[in-house]
């Protein structure tokens, strides 16, 4: 079982391009976040999903938008990059409660210049 | 609203105990969270803590007072790979909300 994963790894994008990322999770779990780190910011948390074809806003979702057609994926989408944007971005997933324990993805390292 | 505070640095020595603070509030508390975050890495599980008290889990303990709204991590006989940042957080409705972590170094 591959868990949680994160499709970029990496990527640099330039202002105003646009681009998705992938959570994908084969733990038949039915909530998964966005988060965004940044230096002394902590986790801040984007977008978060329920279920499937569901998608609520979390702390910080200005300029981003998500998708949550089937259960197992997550997809964040950047319309237009911003340089404010750069930060690694972290997908979690949990069960059937948000008490459980989150299981993260290995993240993606955004930079826009 | 939730809030939550961490001090944002600590060292210590190697073979020594530390002990990390969190302090929140909420408006409604349904446990509190610990994770561990290695640089460069993914947070990864510790411990949850609904009651109060102090929970054991090998040489991490986790201890909560929900009448102070305070809870504290403790690590004993530090060990190099403890270095780490370590994230308090709070279930919020169908999220959580962490702490802004504290980067924790070990020196031999």
């Known amino acids: 079982n591959a868990g949680v994963t994160q499709t970029p790894k990496f990527r640099v994008l330039k202002t105003g391009q646009s681009m998705t990322l992938l959570c994908a999770q084969d733990?038949?779990?039915?909530?998964m976040y966005w988060y965004r780190q940044d230096p002394g910011m902590g986790l801040r948390l984007i977008h978060y999903?329920?279920?499937?074809?569901?998608?609520a806003k979390g702390e910080v979702p200005d300029g981003y938008n998500v998708s949550r057609l089937k259960k197992q994926n997550f997809l964040l989408g950047l319309e237009s990059a911003a340089p404010s944007q750069t930060s690694v971005y972290f997908c979690?997933?949990?069960?059937?409660?948000?008490?459980?324990?989150?299981?993260f993805g290995p993240g993606t390292r955004l930079t826009v210049l | 609203g939730q809030n939550i505070d961490q001090p944002t640095e600590m060292t210590a020595t190697e073979g020594a105990i530390v002990q990390i603070n969190c302090t929140y509030q909420?408006?409604?508390?349904?446990?509190l969270f610990w994770y561990q975050q290695h640089a460069g890495e993914a947070p990864t599980f510790l411990s949850y803590?609904?009651?109060?008290g102090l929970e054991e889990k090998g040489r991490f303990s986790s201890f909560l007072s929900r009448s102070k709204g305070y809870s504290y991590l403790l690590l004993k006989e530090l060990q190099m790979k403890d270095s780490a940042s370590y994230l308090c957080?709070?279930?919020?409705?169908?999220?959580?909300?962490f702490g802004t972590g504290t980067r924790l170094q070990v020196f031999p």
């Open positions: 909420t408006s409604g508390f349904n446990g």
């Open positions: 957080a709070v279930p919020d409705t169908d999220k959580l909300i």
């Open positions: 999903s329920v279920g499937e074809g569901t998608t």
């Open positions: 733990m038949n779990h039915e909530y």
């Open positions: 979690a997933t949990t069960g059937t409660s948000p008490l459980n324990e989150q299981f």
């Open positions: 803590n609904v009651l109060d």
